[in-house]
């Protein structure tokens, strides 16, 4: 079976114009989670989904972040009028359910705002 | 949410044993230990959680200690391959909302050929 796919794996994008980050995760997982991580730092939580519950956004940096799961499995991450700041890699991770069950990981999208 | 330290870097040599440290003294009774890496260039991956009991598994073993309040993630045989980031997290099973998966520092792990 397939992993955790991330589309693309590479986006440049001109600042101030809006890009939009796919995840698909493992088939029949519920949880879903976004991170961001800049050169040389950690894993920064973003947003959170669990099943039909309401997502834990504590982690977004501003409103010019959203996220949305469709049908409960494909999630789109939108950073509108991007900022170089909000270049790094966005990892998308998921898992059967949320407690205690390994979350499995994509590869990452390398996000390069010129 | 309950906290956890580790060192931030550890260096080994190839073939040898590592103990990765953790401490996480406010651990509560319903909070799980989790243990991830995260090779170069790569998105993390799991390793190996337990509750009390210590744990073993193909990549590693996890042994935690009697009052819970520290654990050691054990590599038995240290390869160039095992050289990553290592984070220890808590994970609460009983959260209301589910318990979402956060992320410290970790623990950079050197290993020397």
């Given at each position: 079976g397939a992993g955790v796919s991330q589309s693309p794996s590479n986006k440049v994008t001109e600042k101030g114009?809006?890009?939009?980050?796919?995840?698909?995760?493992?088939?029949?997982?519920?949880?879903?989670?976004?991170?961001?991580?800049?050169?040389?730092?950690?894993?920064?939580?973003?947003?959170?989904?669990?099943?039909?519950?309401?997502p834990d956004k504590s982690g977004l940096p501003s409103d010019r972040f959203s996220a949305e799961r469709t049908g409960g499995s494909v999630s789109t991450l939108t950073i509108q009028?991007?900022?170089?700041?909000?270049?790094?890699?966005?990892?998308?991770?998921?898992?059967?359910?949320?407690?205690?069950?390994?979350?499995?990981?994509?590869?990452?999208?390398r996000l390069t705002v010129v | 949410d309950a906290k956890t330290t580790q060192p931030n870097s550890m260096e080994s040599n190839e073939e040898e044993p590592v103990h990765l440290p953790c401490n996480h003294s406010t651990i509560s009774g319903t909070d799980y230990i989790h243990w991830y890496r995260q090779l170069p260039s790569q998105g993390p991956e799991y390793v190996i959680h337990g509750l009390t009991s210590n744990v073993n598994?193909?990549?590693a073993s996890l042994a935690i200690a009697e009052d819970r309040k520290s654990s050691t993630l054990i590599l038995h045989r240290a390869t160039l391959r095992d050289a990553a980031v290592y984070y220890c997290i808590l994970r609460d099973v009983y959260m209301e909302y589910g318990n979402k998966l956060v992320f410290g520092a970790g623990t950079i792990l050197r290993v020397k050929s």
């Amino acid at each position: 079976g397939a992993g955790v796919s991330q589309s693309p794996s590479n986006k440049v994008t001109e600042k101030g114009k809006d890009v939009e980050l796919r995840c698909d995760p493992i088939s029949g997982h519920t949880a879903l989670y976004w991170y961001r991580q800049s050169l040389g730092q950690g894993l920064e939580f973003l947003i959170y989904f669990q099943g039909n519950s309401a997502p834990d956004k504590s982690g977004l940096p501003s409103d010019r972040f959203s996220a949305e799961r469709t049908g409960g499995s494909v999630s789109t991450l939108t950073i509108q009028r991007t900022q170089q700041e909000d270049s790094a890699v966005y990892l998308c991770a998921s898992s059967p359910e949320a407690m205690n069950t390994e979350a499995f990981f994509g590869q990452g999208t390398r996000l390069t705002v010129v | 949410d309950a906290k956890t330290t580790q060192p931030n870097s550890m260096e080994s040599n190839e073939e040898e044993p590592v103990h990765l440290p953790c401490n996480h003294s406010t651990i509560s009774g319903t909070d799980y230990i989790h243990w991830y890496r995260q090779l170069p260039s790569q998105g993390p991956e799991y390793v190996i959680h337990g509750l009390t009991s210590n744990v073993n598994n193909r990549m590693a073993s996890l042994a935690i200690a009697e009052d819970r309040k520290s654990s050691t993630l054990i590599l038995h045989r240290a390869t160039l391959r095992d050289a990553a980031v290592y984070y220890c997290i808590l994970r609460d099973v009983y959260m209301e909302y589910g318990n979402k998966l956060v992320f410290g520092a970790g623990t950079i792990l050197r290993v020397k050929s």
